[in-house]
């Protein structure tokens, strides 16, 4: 099984605003691209799992041009609230990293 990490030349996440988290997957090749963009590893599942996001608000859009995929999810609540541990969400990548994804 590939991990994101092996297939992925760089990953990163960033605040969507205040409401939205968003991850950029960019994959090492076209083939790393069609192989994984839409792997259901990578599906709401997997972000509820990790973020404690609703599945339902879950978003994956792939960019095939550039071999990326986005995938946008509802933050459970607002940026800058009490208990923020992240507040630009620029680490929350890192949980990804080690996800096989097939």
Not at 32 to 59: C, I, N, R
Not at 73 to 95: I, K, L, N, V
Request: hydrophobic share 40%.
């Amino acid at each position: 099984m590939a991990k994101v990490r092996e297939v992925c030349r760089h990953v990163r996440s960033k605040n969507a605003g205040p409401f939205w988290v968003t991850f950029d997957l960019f994959f090492d090749g076209p083939e790393s691209f069609k192989k994984y963009a839409m792997s259901p590893a990578l599906g709401p599942q997997l972000f509820e799992s990790l973020y404690g996001a609703d599945p339902q608000l879950v978003k994956r859009l792939p960019v095939a041009s550039l071999n990326v995929v986005k995938i946008s999810y509802a933050r459970p609540r607002p940026q800058g609230w009490m208990g923020e541990r992240d507040m630009h969400q620029g680490q929350s990548f890192a949980r990804l990293l080690n996800v096989d994804i097939g």
